[in-house]
């Protein structure tokens, strides 16, 4: 089965920048929606971002939008969110997940449901 694995999280000041990676394995990536999600302690788990099979549509939270993008390197197997302006608030584990629900090249989705595989998450701390 698809296996996702995060990585570049870490500790950053607020108003720095972190680019985190998620790579997959047992499949192809460019069959897949892909999303990011954050959750942090006593929290419920939050939409961040999401693209489409094609990358060439992308949706984001409201909290995010302007200072995180969301792609994707379909040849590398990897889908990518760089953040930037990092805020105090943005300090989470962030999780990718992948849809293998067959749909347009375009589609794209914030319903947690909807995705079937997610990775073990990696902390991001954004620091004063």
């Known amino acids: 089965q698809v296996q996702l694995v995060e990585s570049g999280g870490g500790v950053v000041q607020a108003g720095g920048s972190l680019r985190l990676s998620c790579a997959a394995s047992?499949?192809?990536?460019?069959?897949?929606?892909m999303g990011w999600f954050r959750q942090d302690p006593g929290k419920e788990r939050e939409f961040v971002a999401s693209v489409s099979k094609s990358g060439t549509r992308t949706i984001y939270t409201d909290s995010v939008k302007g200072r995180f993008t969301i792609s994707r390197d379909n040849a590398k197997n990897t889908v990518y969110l760089q953040m930037n302006s990092l805020k105090l608030e943005d300090t989470a584990v962030y999780y990718c997940a992948a849809d293998l629900d067959s749909r347009g090249r375009l589609y794209v989705t914030r319903g947690e449901g909807e995705y079937d595989y997610w990775g073990q998450g990696t902390q991001v701390s954004v620091s004063s």
């Open positions: 047992g499949g192809t990536v460019s069959s897949y929606v």
